[in-house]
């Protein structure tokens, strides 16, 4: 039997629970150059692909607006400050991560969130555990996910191979970065789209509770 020694989480909505910091600062940013603000649930839909694309999604006329590239300063200097807020671990995280650490498997992180934002969270909540985590960073020439960039810098940042790895999300970028990557993928429920959305973007296999990832390793994945 095949088995997983290494586990690829993406962070907002499947580790972390996110969406409140992020809408706060989104809202900051909106007031404070007086721009229409948005509910939760807006905000819900417009992450996913990056703060840039999220920004865009919310300033009206998005980056065609002439004010957009200092909300979107504005954006990502008040969410440094205040990322940590709300934001909280789902529950059954940290204890589902210390148990697949404890088996001796690889734990990482790649996120289209900030690299500075993204290396931050995982040591203030995952110190211990994530060995690896990778964030947007347009400097170092890693395009974002659905790009498998980011994967195989976690792939080559631990000397592992890709045939024992598992990709797990909660988004249809997440599907894809790990189709791209040729690894397979688990989506979670738990995050910040629904079964359905899911489904109807090519999900194959879905998880309601974290403790399942416990037990991949008694079922071969196919990947995507």
Not at 79 to 108: C, F, K, Q, V, W
Not at 125 to 137: C, K, L, P, R, Y
Not at 151 to 157: R, T, W
């Amino acid at each position: 039997m095949i088995t997983y020694n290494t586990y690829i989480f993406d962070l907002d909505g499947t580790l972390l629970d996110t969406l409140g910091d992020l809408a706060a600062s989104v809202n900051y940013a909106l007031r404070t150059h007086g721009m229409p603000e948005h509910s939760l649930d807006d905000v819900r839909q417009f992450v996913g692909n990056g703060v840039r694309l999220l920004m865009e999604r919310a300033v009206p006329d998005g980056a065609m607006n002439p004010l957009f590239d200092e909300a979107f300063s504005t954006f990502r200097q008040h969410y440094m400050t205040h990322s940590l807020d709300t934001t909280r671990p789902y529950d059954s995280i940290p204890e589902t991560l210390t148990a697949l650490r404890e088996r001796g498997n690889h734990i990482a992180v790649v996120s289209n969130k900030m690299m500075a934002a993204t290396q931050e969270l995982c040591r203030h909540f995952f110190q211990g555990t994530v060995e690896v985590a990778i964030g947007e960073n347009e400097n170092q020439g890693i395009q974002k996910k659905p790009a498998p960039d980011t994967v195989f810098a976690v792939l080559k940042a631990l000397g592992v191979g890709k045939d024992e790895a598992v990709y797990v999300g909660d988004s249809d970028v997440d599907i894809q970065t790990a189709a791209n990557a040729g690894i397979p993928c688990v989506s979670v429920l738990w995050g910040f789209r629904d079964r359905d959305f899911l489904l109807s973007h090519g999900a194959t296999t879905l998880i309601s509770n974290p403790s399942e990832l416990l037990y991949l390793n008694q079922t071969r994945l196919t990947p995507l």
